[in-house]
């Protein structure tokens, strides 16, 4: 489930266990920060610039909107669970019937993603990791798809057609992302099939024409 730090490399949606918090984070931070890191010392990969041993990070509290950005030194990285480990992962057997939980298992047991590396994200990965209580039964379940070649509209669209079935069955709604070299794409936007495509990148959102090449981008509002 771990990966070492001989073995690592820090990618987006990695999640981290700290020695400590994150420089500076403790003297500017929200109290809730700080209790929250107390409670469980991990942080999430994120898409940032960072200095050289550097890792940009964010941290998590209770609610959806306790979110903080940071940066870990990579000397105070433990241990290492990426989303591909933590689909391997099971939580324990008086969480396991929760209905995020339940589309995981079917979505592993299907095989419509066995030819990707993939796994869960948000909630569900940090629960996973910590064996700390975080999904709830309305819970979405975030999936982060690691796709360093390209992949057609046509099959994205048979893709997301396949996932949105399940989590229907499910009674939940699933947020699917393509982690490709330019960045983040929302699988649904990319089936889309339009002419560019918004991909979130270490240097913010921008729109392209292909997230698997290196051209000139548009930058792009977040709303």
């Given amino acids: 489930m771990e990966r070492r730090l001989s073995e690592v490399r820090y990618r987006p949606h990695d999640l981290l266990r700290l020695r400590r918090l994150p420089g500076g984070a403790s003297d500017d931070a929200p109290a809730w920060v700080i209790d929250a890191f107390r409670h469980a010392p991990f942080a999430v990969v994120r898409r940032a610039q960072a200095d050289p041993g550097i890792v940009a990070v964010g941290l998590r509290g209770i609610t959806r909107a306790q979110r903080y950005a ?3 030194d990579e000397h105070d990285i433990e241990a290492t669970f ?3 480990c933590l ?3 099971n939580p324990p057997p008086a969480r396991a019937s929760l209905p995020p939980f339940v589309l995981l298992r079917a979505l592993v047991d299907s095989g419509c993603l066995a030819a990707f ?3 869960p994200a948000g909630s569900a990965a940090f629960e ?3 064996a700390i209580p975080t999904i709830t039964p309305s819970s979405d379940l975030d999936l982060l798809i690691r796709a ?3 992949l057609s509209h046509g099959d994205a669209q048979r893709l997301s057609t396949e996932l949105q079935a399940h989590a229907a069955r499910a009674g939940l709604r699933i947020d699917v992302q393509l982690d490709a070299p330019a960045g983040g794409v929302a699988l649904a936007e990319w089936a889309l ?4 495509t918004m991909v979130r990148s270490t240097d913010g959102p921008r729109l392209v024409a292909d997230p698997w090449s290196i051209e000139p981008a548009v930058p792009a509002e977040v709303t």
Avoid at 193 to 196: A, S
């Fill in 70 to 72: 940071a940066y870990a």
């Fill in 82 to 84: 990426t989303p591909e």
């Fill in 87 to 89: 689909v391997r992962t």
């Fill in 117 to 119: 590396e993939w796994g």
């Fill in 128 to 130: 996973l990791a910590t």
């Fill in 148 to 150: 360093p070649g390209p």
């Fill in 193 to 196: 099939g339009k002419p560019r």
